[in-house]
């Protein structure tokens, strides 16, 4: 096929300048749009107002949408708990049994703990839930990973607040809208957790890799070993997410750098809770004033 | 198809609508980021873009050249890139389409499909370059989300035909 031949403008002199001026609009567009990277590169936090008006309008669409996919997902479960259940019940019966014994020890070890704490007087921060909301939507044409979250200001949730699911951290608040806040997940290329192996406290870093794992990296001495199943928890540090929330666990041995899969797989079928950053960010210190004529300070 | 596609004489969108429409697609195309799954990996194509070079190779009128940077912002706004990624990356495309179009005389589908592959893959790996860290780039992820847009170049296509077949004659 000839390209169609529209380029000649004609002897319009009106046509042949719109054309001249679409074409430096064009430009001009580029050049916008290469602004525009250069400030959001250096105050990320600017734009956040356009996007959490535009999640505003997507946010609604996709929670219908997540309440009919989860509709439609539960007959197939409520079918086939229907005829299993039986077996179901036998199958938990004989767990309530196993695990009679390792109640009745965690209970005396639970008071022995809290006996000792008293002892110790130390003195444990709760983590307070803000809201339970669920996550209706991610951005899975980009290489970052957020995920929009139906709650929002009004709700009480506010940037830097971690949120988490029943198995493990998610991740962390980043921007709110009045209804509606994109939540950084552990997976993205920017979202570092200090964490530590639950089973003799190595200290580690949680780093996403951008495909749904993250890359767990020691922050001690080298050589540090890794096995497979290893749970590392989150430690406290940095004071925005609580401590012992489980965040992955070890896929393939390794030492020093590994990858490891998050326990709390984000998807819009559970719910997330956001909490309260555990330590709360001290308000900004008052400027110093240096005294006028020296000397006398109140 | 059945029956007679060619209707000289059928009656056509009114020209604002009818100018709007391209649009509409392709805001269309970005917002489909709405989607209710919470994806682990970076796998869905952009299919705003794909709307945009289709448009921008079957129907070149349809869409003004300064179009990109408009529909990119939008774009921006619920993909998740840092803000002005695809008013730069999309503005660029369609400046280096033209530069291409002077160059070939004749065209077909085949070289549409080219140019969308280079326009394509461009622009996913220029997005990564802005939004990532320099290391994490290029990744599998990355080759296979921009295989799966390129696949669906010839989808988009027949459904940019339809629509503009339904648009009618643009003035």
């Not at chain 1, 022995?112 to 704490?117: G, Q």
Request: proline share 9%.
């Amino acid at each position: 096929m000839a390209l169609s031949p529209d380029r000649r403008t004609g002897f319009s002199r009106r046509r042949q300048t719109l054309v001249f001026l679409s074409y430096v609009l064009a430009v001009a567009g580029a050049l916008l749009g290469a602004a525009l990277l250069v400030i959001s590169r250096f105050d990320p936090p600017l734009f956040a107002g356009l996007r959490m008006a535009a999640a505003s309008v997507t946010a609604p669409v996709s929670t219908t949408a997540a309440a009919l996919g989860r509709g439609i997902w539960s007959i197939p479960e409520a079918i086939s708990t229907h005829f299993f259940v039986r077996q179901e019940n036998a199958q938990l019966r004989e767990a309530v049994k196993r695990n009679q014994t390792l109640v009745l020890r965690a209970r005396a070890i639970a008071y022995e703990n809290r006996r000792l704490r008293t002892l110790l007087a130390l003195r444990d921060r709760e983590a307070h839930t803000v809201v339970a909301a669920r996550l209706v939507s991610s951005t899975a044409s980009s290489g970052r990973r957020f995920a929009l979250l139906n709650a929002g200001r009004f709700q009480g949730v506010r940037p830097g607040m971690p949120v988490r699911g029943p198995l493990g951290l998610i991740g962390r608040v980043v921007e709110t809208g009045p209804a509606v806040a994109r939540v950084l997940l552990l997976s993205d290329p920017n979202s570092i957790v200090p964490v530590r192996r639950a089973r003799d406290g190595l200290p580690a870093i949680a780093v996403g890799r951008g495909d749904g794992r993250v890359d767990l990296r020691s922050v001690t001495l080298a050589n540090a070993r890794f096995a497979v199943g290893d749970l590392f928890v989150t430690t406290g540090t940095g004071g925005i997410y609580p401590p012992n929330v489980p965040v992955a666990r070890v896929q393939a041995a390794g030492a020093d750098s590994v990858a490891a899969e998050p326990l709390a797989p984000a998807d819009t079928l559970d719910v997330a809770l956001v909490q309260e950053p555990f330590l709360p960010v001290p308000p900004p210190s008052r400027p110093e004033v240096p005294p006028i004529g020296g000397g006398i300070t109140p | 198809m059945s029956g007679i596609e060619y209707r000289p004489f059928a009656r056509t969108l009114p020209p604002g609508r009818a100018r709007a429409l391209p649009w509409a697609t392709v805001i269309g195309g970005s917002a489909v980021t709405a989607w209710p799954a919470v994806a682990n990996i970076p796998l869905m194509p952009p299919f705003g873009l794909l709307m945009l070079l289709t448009w921008r190779l079957l129907a070149p009128f349809a869409l003004r050249p300064w179009a990109a940077a408009p529909l990119g912002l939008v774009d921006d706004l619920v993909s998740g890139q840092p803000l002005g990624s695809a008013v730069l990356l999309w503005s660029l495309c369609f400046l280096g389409i033209d530069l291409v179009e002077q160059r070939l005389g004749m065209r077909d589908f085949w070289q549409d499909w080219t140019i969308a592959t280079g326009a394509i893959a461009a622009t996913l790996l220029g997005g990564r370059l802005f939004a990532l860290p320099i290391g994490m780039v290029v990744d599998g992820a990355a080759l296979a989300q921009i295989a799966i847009a390129v696949a669906l170049f010839p989808a988009t296509a027949r459904l940019v035909a339809w629509v503009d077949r339904k648009r009618g004659q643009p003035r």
